[in-house]
């Protein structure tokens, strides 16, 4: 029998076909934290504007009365900035996916007063609060560390 090889082969080992239409890129696999973040923050925004209403609604839910928060105000007051704060976060969180350095900024920005948020909300809902300061560490750290790479 005789063995007989294409023009693009070898006998021992078959060369795969370029494909061409692929553009090389410095887009590394930290992309997906970028994502991450997007998507915690518009969970985030969402939380916080869950926790907002709860605060205005049902402020018997909370583990303390206002007078034992951190910064005391009425749960009114932290109501509604549960619900301004949350849909900042989430728009923010949205367009973070355009890749626009502005919009990491802004992430940046409304995660660490999301944080100083929790903290003074601490007493009324420790550990609720400590998983979203938890996110909001971990979308700062996306953001500054690989923001820039989404935009490719």
């Given at each position: 029998?005789?063995?007989?090889?294409?023009?693009?082969?070898?006998?021992?080992?078959?060369?795969?076909?370029?494909?061409?239409?692929?553009?090389?890129?410095?887009?590394?696999?930290?992309?997906?934290?970028?994502?991450?973040?997007?998507?915690?923050?518009v969970?985030?925004?969402?939380?916080?504007?869950?926790?907002?209403?709860?605060?205005?609604?049902?402020?018997?839910?909370?583990?303390?009365?206002?007078s034992?928060?951190?910064?005391?105000?009425?749960?009114?007051?932290?109501?509604?900035?549960?619900?301004?704060?949350?849909?900042?976060?989430?728009?923010?969180?949205?367009?973070?996916?355009?890749?626009?350095?502005?919009?990491?900024?802004?992430?940046?920005?409304?995660?660490?007063?999301?944080?100083i948020?929790?903290?003074?909300?601490?007493?009324?809902?420790p550990?609720?609060?400590?998983?979203?300061?938890?996110?909001?560490?971990?979308?700062?750290?996306?953001?500054?560390?690989?923001?820039?790479?989404?935009?490719?």
């Amino acid at each position: 029998m005789s063995h007989s090889t294409r023009p693009h082969e070898t006998a021992d080992v078959a060369q795969p076909e370029k494909p061409y239409h692929v553009q090389p890129t410095t887009m590394s696999a930290w992309v997906g934290w970028i994502a991450f973040a997007g998507v915690i923050m518009v969970l985030l925004g969402i939380f916080h504007v869950l926790q907002g209403f709860v605060a205005l609604f049902e402020d018997g839910y909370f583990q303390v009365d206002k007078s034992h928060l951190t910064v005391q105000v009425s749960y009114t007051v932290w109501g509604w900035v549960h619900i301004i704060g949350g849909a900042i976060v989430a728009g923010a969180g949205i367009a973070v996916f355009a890749g626009q350095l502005w919009a990491r900024i802004v992430g940046v920005l409304v995660a660490m007063a999301s944080a100083i948020v929790n903290v003074g909300f601490l007493a009324a809902h420790p550990f609720w609060s400590g998983i979203m300061i938890l996110m909001d560490i971990l979308i700062i750290w996306a953001l500054t560390v690989h923001g820039r790479e989404i935009k490719e």
